[in-house]
């Protein structure tokens, strides 16, 4: 993995193939073959696989309503975390520093709202974070011109140190009750939580594929130089970007707060891997070589169930972070081995073209 501000290893679209970004790509894109398209159900077989596997050897654990429904509630806030993620990701960017924002936005709420601040205004403070650290990133990174992998794991640092300071290094259990009520009220058997984060999902989905944002962003993402002379605003998209995200998981602490009633502020670093290795995951799938919001939701998911099912079968604690470090760096491998693919078919056509 480099150190340059451009994401490693992620061919896209975007290329020299289909011009500008809004253009329309050569025929030949449309018609992708059949034996092309399958890598991309790679992922989600394998998630059909794992419910398979582990139903076969759990059956009376695993395959219940129960167990998919406190799989799918627990990683409601890592789902944001990772839709996070994705977002400067498509432009090229790293942003390591979204969980901590998180957690600090969570125990803000609690903190403010221990001091007597009413809860609306504890929670738009809290979500105020947000925008502070996407700004601050936007600062250093896209304007000074920083490196985006080594800033934003400064800030992440800075930022869990102020959380420590901000909640006393104590756990923070004075979330107000109706923040919980709201985060914890069910609908068909799922907490609300839940329903936040796959809209929030949606919303990012629909930009992404059916706005020229969207577009923008995956130019942007690969190739920058490309990008500017095309006439995008690049600087101001790759900070739209930084904001977003953060936005997003200040959102998330806001939920995270509500859904568990209190929060640890040391757990910061916790939630800090899994939302890549699924956004990394993603480029595996569905879109091959994109970071895209399905092939997150499909990456986090087989990491969930994955895990669960290990856990249910008797394994350790360690399991969790052991099997997040593999996928990640299998993730990373696969990602690097679809570049070359394309990069060989792109040389390809051209070659056949003159």
Same mark, same amino acid.
């Given at each position: ?20 970004p809004?253009?329309?790509? #050569? ?40 167990? &998919?429904?406190?799989t ?5 806030? &890592? ?6 993620a994705?977002?400067? #990701? ?89 923040? *919980? ?27 992404f ?7 923008y ?19 101001? #998209?790759r ?20 859904s ?17 290795t ?8 569905? *879109? ?10 499909v ?11 290990? *856990?249910l ?14 996928? #990640? ?9 679809? *570049? ?5 078919r ?9």
């Amino acid at each position: 993995m480099t150190t340059s501000s451009q994401t490693p290893a992620i061919a896209t679209d975007e290329s020299p193939e289909t011009g500008p970004p809004g253009g329309d790509p #050569l025929p030949g894109r449309r018609r992708r073959s059949t034996r092309e398209s399958l890598p991309g159900l790679a992922v989600p077989i394998l998630l059909v696989l794992t419910f398979v596997l582990f139903g076969i050897l759990s059956p009376d654990l695993f395959l219940t309503w129960t167990n &998919v429904k406190l799989t799918v509630s627990a990683q409601a806030t &890592v789902l944001l975390l990772a839709i996070a993620a994705t977002i400067p #990701l498509r432009t090229g960017d790293f942003d390591f520093s979204i969980s901590a924002v998180m957690i600090l936005s969570a125990c803000m709420v609690g903190s403010l709202y221990d001091q007597g601040v009413s809860t609306p205004v504890a929670v738009l403070l809290a979500l105020s974070v947000g925008l502070a650290v996407g700004l601050l990133n936007s600062l250093f990174i896209v304007v000074i011109g920083l490196d985006g992998l080594i800033v934003t794991l400064g800030v992440f640092t800075f930022i869990a140190g102020m959380t420590n300071l901000i909640s006393g290094g104590n756990l923070v259990t004075t979330v107000p009750q109706g923040l *919980q009520t709201f985060a914890n009220h069910t609908f068909l058997s799922l907490p609300s939580v839940v329903w936040i984060g796959w809209l929030i999902a949606l919303v990012i989905w629909f930009a992404f594929e059916f706005t020229p944002l969207g577009r923008y962003l995956l130019f942007i993402g690969g190739n920058r130089s490309a990008a500017s002379l095309a006439g995008l605003r690049v600087n101001g #998209l790759r900070a739209f970007s930084f904001v977003a995200a953060s936005m997003i998981a200040a959102v998330a602490g806001v939920l995270l707060a509500g859904s568990y009633g209190s929060v640890d502020p040391s757990s910061s670093a916790a939630y800090l891997l899994a939302p890549f290795t699924a956004a990394f995951l993603g480029t595996t799938t569905i *879109q091959m070589g994109r970071f895209n919001v399905v092939g997150t939701l499909v990456g986090l998911y087989l990491l969930a169930f994955g895990i669960t099912g290990l *856990q249910l079968l008797g394994s350790e604690s360690w399991v969790t972070d052991a099997f997040n470090g593999a996928a #990640l760096v299998l993730a990373l491998a696969f990602a690097r081995y679809f *570049q070359l693919l394309n990069g060989g078919r792109l040389r390809l056509r051209r070659a056949a073209s003159s």
